[in-house]
């Protein structure tokens, strides 16, 4: 499995994402399921991935090579520019752009996977933002349709989303400072990786600051990386601390109910 | 769905289930999940159940029709005793009753449920001790087979698990003291509650202390009830205090891995 989170707070957006996979309990491997691009003071795109590791890549590979091909100055057949995640006009066409491309990957695919047993399905979160539009989160199914991130709900998870749920629920919304998201966001995935060996270091980590159009922070957090070790270490403390200061349950054997 | 726990201790066993039921979104019901029996000073006994209801149910009166075909004095056709959760001679071998019980009634219904597209599982914890034996607590699956809670693994959890286990696995061990683990089983179904619409108040309580053989507490706990309320009020507050105390995360850019 996989856990990634993706957070759209006024203050900007923050992606993080475990990095172990597994076709099985006995066939672990790490593979990084984050995938970022700017383009100088323009715009800044990041893709968080989970699901059927084939699938996934195959979309990202596609995405690279259209902006490859862009860049290098081939067209389509017609003549017409090639669209791709760095030229589209908006974010929200970017998103398409990641649905159809899903959609293409599952119909090449899906059937002959599912025929064999296996479950094709995929989800993206796409994050980003560019100069003259809004910073946007996106999370695309593997139909290729999609929902966006708002001010109800401005958080979304891929994958074994449960065990860390509760603390985002608490903790997150629109107005959390970037600073205070990132430790929910450390403690979150802490909890996954306690409760669940389908999730694992390292972690991939990604902010893209309102209004900066480029990738603030990216940093991977290995298991000796002391941020997260002492929050690991001081959450354990501080939830065991919060668990004692409660009181007692009746146990007296009296309704109270 | 469901949420269960079962908490073996050496204080004794600790029980807590929701009571809501769905049949799909638009179609929510409340059933108790906990049913117990006592034998005076010779054994107490407590079932809590999830999953398919009508296959639980199927389950539950089976096992109290014997019991109360045994009680009135009625035999098995060769004239020998009718073998019941209140008479068998060990709590393994109520165990194996209540498996034995659950294959007759998935053989009665499985195929037929699962040729409607219904899924047919449930399981079951059985918990208690009698007079000359350990308490003790099983897991009993579909199959009917079961696996039993030991020292390294002291409590089980079964249907919407994931939520509420992170509190189990920091806090539970088998010598944490029956209030304090109470404590535990709250938090772990205020997270569960807060996070999944498929678990819902009130809950059922009940807890079996070590060479009682009696049922010392059972409780229904309400939306109302005062313990909850503290629990689950405090808990948000110290939750929000333990995660202020937390350290700040590096966010300047500089990787620290």
Redesign the interface.
């Known amino acids: 499995m996989t856990y990634c989170i993706g957070l759209k707070l006024e203050e900007g957006l923050v992606l993080m994402s475990d990095t172990r996979t597994n076709a099985g309990l006995d066939n672990v491997s790490r593979f990084t399921k984050m995938s970022t691009w700017e383009v100088g003071g323009e715009r800044a795109v990041a893709l968080l991935t989970a699901g059927n590791l084939s699938i996934t890549q195959g979309v990202i590979t596609r995405l690279k090579h259209a902006i490859t091909d862009a860049e290098e100055g081939r067209t389509n057949d017609d003549g017409s520019e090639i669209e791709t995640l760095l030229n589209a006009p908006s974010m929200f066409r970017v998103a398409q752009i990641v649905g159809e491309t899903m959609r293409d990957v599952q119909e090449r695919h899906r059937k002959t996977l599912e025929e064999q047993g296996a479950a094709a399905d995929a989800t993206v979160l796409v994050a980003g933002q560019r100069n003259g539009g809004q910073h946007r989160l996106f999370l695309i199914y593997s139909a290729g349709n999609f929902i966006e991130a708002s001010y109800d709900t401005p958080f979304f998870q891929l994958g ?1 989303h ?2 860390g ?3 985002l ?3 997150i919304t629109p107005e959390t400072p ?2 205070v998201a ?3 966001a ?2 979150s995935m802490d ?1 996954t990786i ?3 060996l389908t999730v694992g270091l ?1 972690l991939d980590l990604a ?1 893209i600051r309102t209004g900066q159009f480029k990738i ?2 990216k ?4 298991q000796e ?3 997260f070790q ?2 690991s270490n ?3 403390d ?6 004692e ?7 007296d ?1 009296a ?3």
């Not at 940093?219 to 290995?222: K, M």
């Not at 501080?238 to 668990?243: C, G, I, V």
């Not at 200061?245 to 146990?251: D, K």
């Open positions: 074994e449960k065990y749920k509760p603390i629920d608490r903790i970037i600073s990132l430790k929910a450390f403690v909890s306690r409760s669940n390292p902010i603030d922070l940093r991977r957090i290995e990386d002391p941020d002492r929050i001081e959450w354990s501080a939830l065991r601390n919060a668990f200061s409660l009181p007692e349950v009746t146990t054997g309704s109270r109910g």
